[in-house]
């Protein structure tokens, strides 16, 4: 039944069950020879492991970095030749001899004759095709079982979003059913239990159109994505928001623009997630840069939905020879609903017990743990940065800064505290460095439509954390002084030592981000820089940059 073989590889791609992908591969073989050499002969399955495990990126196994996108655009350009082929077989059977253009009419009967069936001499197709087209008069077509796994994985994802929050998530589902560049004879509005021409050619051939335009999307959208996780991976001291983000809203517009039918599959309901992911991430990403606790905590709470609907969905899916199974993972979050994760852990925890089979592994894709640990990153970054006012209301519901960090990696607030404890620093603080070009409120609420004025002088540089929790006020025209004379230095992202002869007391500066700066004060002499200082800051300010995040991607 190729239609449900179709939807079942398609299904299993997007479960990243690329093992029981391949075996309906097998089974697509048997009854249409060249669409499966054209997939294995590419190896699409490859492609697809090789993306999700980000192996591309890795510069000793891929010496090409272009080498995973030629491939998919060589899937892409076979599928567009396939593709012609069968929009042209679909104008024979309704135009019979009149079509335009003579080869192609050719080039469709003979497609036809290799599929076992006949067209007739009068150039209009015959009603007595293949045994196996007769076969398949009397089953769902493509498009129908897409639509079926399209409805069930809208179960899945509401039942994640009940079980935890409730945020809004537009999937925009509705509006992809207008965006779809297959004709209505072509897709779902064929009639599907009727003999000759339209019972059996036409189903067949707009089945195979419905596949194809999957794939070339499919392939478009890979192709743009490895361009933003490159991007990424290249990112060795901070995020360039301004350069990548663009590039994934045009993956993004492009997903958008596509036909109903991949917004109805697995596939391109990932991408859709992945896509969601990556955007939100990055807005996160520039809002805390800003000190906008409200937009940080908004993109937060989208990604940490589109992360959980991605992994709920595609662990549950149901297909025939299933290979793996995927356990829900908590993760820890603060108090609040809108960031909490952890709302009926014990019950994933037996779902995923109870699933379990005898001979079934546990697999997840590196891009989405990857994916994972970025936001985690991010979210320890805005925690610390917003630390006060986080742990204002951590407090108003009975917790304390325990809490507030509890299960949280990596830990910002517990590795300033072990390293002043083990140094002797007096201070490690948090000094912003207000621009004129953006809004700054110590409170973290920016009101674009609010009367603002730039705060001076020593207001322009706030403290925004701080431990021990009092601000050293006392050396603040001293720190000011540091950074107003290290620019370029802080600039590079280099470490800065001071020792003022006068107070007897050391500085050690590190620029964190576009406004942040690391300040670690001594009330003792340095003749030399402390090695341990100089580390601690560059360990520090690496994980606020997600040094260690960004350099897993190309990592063996």
């Not at 994972?372 to 320890?380: D, V």
């Not at 990596?410 to 620093?425: L, N, Q, S, V």
């Not at 002869?501 to 009330?523: P, Q």
């Amino acid at each position: 039944m190729f239609s449900k073989d179709c939807a079942e590889f398609l299904k299993a791609l997007g479960s990243f069950d690329y093992a029981c992908a391949n075996k309906h591969l097998m089974r697509i073989s048997k009854v249409r020879f060249m669409l499966a050499d054209m997939l294995g002969r590419h190896s699409l399955s490859i492609c697809e492991g090789v993306y999700s495990s980000m192996q591309f990126l890795k510069p000793k196994i891929f010496r090409r970095e272009d080498h995973l996108h030629q491939m998919y655009c060589d899937i892409a350009a076979d599928v567009e030749r396939e593709s012609i082929v069968y929009r042209d077989i679909l104008n024979i059977g309704m135009h019979g001899a009149s079509m335009e253009s003579p080869e192609n009419a050719g080039r469709a009967r003979a497609t036809l004759e290799q599929l076992g069936a006949p067209a007739s001499q009068g150039g209009a197709l015959s009603g007595h095709g293949s045994p196996v087209l007769a076969s398949e008069a009397s089953q769902s077509s493509l498009h129908q079982y897409i639509s079926s796994i399209h409805n069930a994985t809208s179960m899945v994802i509401g039942d994640a979003r009940s079980a935890g929050d409730s945020g809004t998530h537009n999937h925009n589902n509705n509006d992809h059913n207008n965006l779809s560049p297959i004709p209505a004879q072509y897709g779902s509005q064929q009639p599907h239990h009727q003999t000759g021409f339209n019972g059996r050619e036409e189903q067949s051939a707009a089945d195979h159109i419905v596949l194809y335009t999957i794939l070339r999307e499919l392939c478009s959208l890979r192709m743009a994505l490895i361009g933003v996780y490159r991007l990424l991976s290249l990112s060795t001291v901070e995020i360039d928001i301004d350069l990548i983000l663009p590039e994934t809203e045009l993956a993004l517009q492009m997903y958008e623009s596509g036909s109903s039918d991949i917004h109805n599959t697995v596939l391109g309901s990932g991408i859709e997630n992945e896509i969601s992911l990556l955007k939100h991430g990055l807005l996160m990403d520039k809002a805390i840069s800003e000190y906008d606790i409200q937009k940080a905590a908004t993109h937060l709470h989208l990604a940490r939905v589109a992360l959980l609907d991605w992994r709920k969905f595609s662990s549950e899916q149901e297909y025939a020879e299933k290979s793996y199974y995927r356990p829900e993972e908590s993760s820890s979050m603060w108090r609040y609903n809108i960031f909490s994760s952890n709302s009926s852990v014990s019950e994933e925890k037996s779902k995923s017990s109870s699933s379990l089979a005898k001979g079934k592994f546990n697999v997840q894709p590196n891009h989405l743990l990857w994916l994972h640990r970025w936001i985690a990153s991010e979210k320890a970054k805005m925690t610390i940065y917003f630390m006060d006012l986080l742990l204002e209301k951590e407090q108003a519901f009975g917790g304390d800064e325990r809490t507030l960090w509890a299960n949280m990696d990596p830990d910002m607030h517990g590795i300033i505290r072990a390293f002043r404890k083990k140094a002797g620093a007096h201070s490690i603080s948090f000094v912003y460095e207000i621009s004129a070009d953006v809004r700054f409120s110590t409170t973290g609420f920016i009101s674009a439509n609010a009367p603002y004025e730039s705060p001076t002088g020593l207001n322009s540089f706030p403290c925004i954390y701080s431990y021990p929790p009092e601000p050293p006020r006392d050396h603040w025209p001293n720190i000011i002084s540091i950074m107003q004379g290290s620019v370029s230095i802080l600039r590079q992202y280099r470490s800065q030592y001071f020792y003022d002869r006068k107070i007897g007391c050391t500085y050690y500066v590190a620029r964190v981000d576009a406004h942040v700066s690391i300040v670690i004060i001594y009330l003792d002499k340095h003749p030399q820089p402390d090695t341990g200082a100089m580390d601690f800051l560059q360990l520090l300010a690496g994980k606020l940059r997600h040094t260690d995040v960004l350099l897993s991607m190309r990592q063996e």
